[in-house]
């Protein structure tokens, strides 16, 4: 059965600042990482994702590193905007079919 | 195609009456996922079908809750004599068959149903 555990549970950062969230997993035979980004009344909407053949995927201010030895992996955004105030959830396979989702983090950016 | 879509988007029961949800995926996406999320908490698996087949059911579904994929198309999730614990966001994803690349292989979720059981 796989567990994600991610931390923090909430974050405040300011503004321009950078947002970092790490998640880690237990076992599994499909790699791929996805994070979602999550606004109120809205449902989970996929941000970015990996696949473990590189250890970092970049898209715009957002960045996945991943450390398959260690089973863990982390969200970084760069220069935060109060935009980027929501939920987020880092994901992992449990089989060929289905994610399982960490816990989130509530991330809030001061302007 | 609007991405997927689900009603009704909030319901309120009485304890002890059934409901039903529905949720339509993508046209061209032939998985399709069914989560729950209570607050502060990720979403939790719950059951998923490629077509029309139900392949896995998680033990969170008990025998008061059903879901039915008729045709392969749109699904729907039904709970039977609801109770308090069950109010929860419920969630539908849709995902294109395949773990090839990583565009197929992402869910897209909807916009969920909010459950208050009162």
């Known amino acids: 059965q796989q567990q994600v555990k991610q931390s923090p549970q909430s974050l405040i950062v300011q503004k321009g600042g950078i947002s970092i969230i790490n998640c880690a997993y237990e076992n599994t035979a499909f790699d791929y990482f996805p994070w979602y980004q999550q606004f109120p009344g809205k449902g989970p909407a996929l941000l970015i994702a990996i696949r473990p053949d590189v250890s970092e995927k970049k898209e715009g201010r957002f960045t996945i590193s991943f450390n398959k030895s260690a089973k863990q992996f982390s969200l970084h955004i760069m220069d935060s905007q109060p935009g980027d105030s929501a939920t987020y959830f880092c994901a992992a396979p449990q089989g060929a079919q289905k994610l399982v989702f960490g816990q989130g983090t509530r991330l809030t950016i001061n302007p | 195609d609007t991405g997927v879509s689900q009603n009704p988007r909030h319901k309120i029961t009485k304890r002890g009456q059934n409901v039903t949800f529905r949720c339509d995926p993508i046209s061209e996406h032939n998985r399709l996922y069914w989560y729950r999320q209570t607050l502060g908490q990720g979403p939790e698996f719950l059951t998923y079908?490629?077509?029309?087949?139900?392949?896995?059911k998680s033990r969170l579904l008990s025998d008061r809750f059903s879901a039915e994929r008729p045709k392969g198309s749109f699904s729907t999730l039904e709970i039977q004599r609801t109770e308090q614990g069950d109010s929860a966001m419920y969630l539908c994803?849709?995902?294109?068959?395949?773990?090839?690349?990583?565009?197929?292989?992402?869910?897209?979720f909807g916009s969920g149903t909010r459950l208050t059981v009162v």
């Open positions: 079908f490629q077509n029309e087949a139900q392949l896995e």
């Open positions: 994803a849709s995902s294109l068959l395949g773990v090839g690349s990583l565009r197929n292989y992402g869910y897209t």
